[in-house]
């Protein structure tokens, strides 16, 4: 065992921020008044970008912390304790690349499921409805991560491979040395490809279904997204 621990955080609040406002959008009317000047791709695209841009400036301001926490750390005893407490020798760059990778997947990876589970509700009041799909997920995926020091069992081996589980899963399996890289690689390659297809489907189905209003509930809304986004072009 290395030592190392990893517990991938993907940010729930960037999640409400889309849906929320995907579901404000539709309850107040306004996607109309939008959609007829810009096509619904182009918005599903550029509410991706927007978050990616919030995220971007939180990244932006941890590593400017952590710049500063490295140039004060001769004169800080206590910065300098904890940055001579970290075994940085043990960690490595395969590990790190990993972790930001799985970063990556799993913030586009959730944020577009939420873009997508947004626009299935019809109003502000159902946003909540719209992230529990998300939510659950999160949380299979958290809670399998933490239990990975227990042990590797057939289950955590599975899950390290399934999108939207496996950022979460494989960095810490990885952290713990339960899986070497060319595991890493193979689960990487599997979620930016599921990424891809997964973006052009839910662009499609945001645009079959971000002005359909349903109260019928998020697995009726889903169906019947599916069936308008087979006849849109």
């Known amino acids: 065992m290395s030592g190392r621990r990893a ?16 579901a404000t959008e539709k309850g107040s009317r306004i996607e109309e008044s939008i959609l007829t000047a810009i096509r619904a791709s182009t918005q599903f695209y550029g509410k991706l970008l927007g ?14 912390f952590a710049a500063l926490a490295w140039m ?13 407490g970290i075994n940085w020798g043990a960690i490595g760059w395969p590990f790190v690349l990993s972790m930001l990778a799985f970063f990556a997947i799993g913030i586009i990876s959730y944020t577009i499921l939420a873009a997508l589970c947004g626009s299935l509700v019809s109003n502000q009041e159902q946003a ?23 042990g590797s069992g057939p289950i955590l ?12 899963v494989m ?16 689960a990487v390659i599997i979620n ?5 297809g997964f973006t052009w489907f839910s662009a499609r189905a945001y645009r ?19 069936t308008l986004s087979k006849h849109t072009k």
């Open 7 to 22: 517990n991938v955080r993907l940010s729930p609040e960037l999640w409400g921020i889309i849906s929320q406002e995907i």
């Open 51 to 64: 978050v990616a841009a919030l995220l971007a400036v939180q990244l932006g301001f941890y590593a400017v």
């Open 72 to 84: 004060l750390r001769d004169h800080v005893p206590a910065i300098s304790q904890l940055i001579n």
């Open 128 to 150: 909540g409805m719209a992230l529990q799909p998300v939510l659950y997920l999160g949380m299979i995926g958290y809670f399998a991560a933490i239990n990975v020091s227990s």
């Open 157 to 168: 081996k599975v899950f390290s491979y399934i999108p939207f589980i496996s950022p979460l």
């Open 171 to 186: 960095p810490a399996r990885f952290g713990v040395d339960q899986v070497g890289i060319s595991a890493v690689l193979i």
């Open 192 to 196: 930016v490809i599921f990424l891809a």
């Open 208 to 226: 079959a279904n971000v002005l359909v209003y349903s109260d019928s509930g998020l697995m009726n809304a889903f169906k019947k997204s599916l």
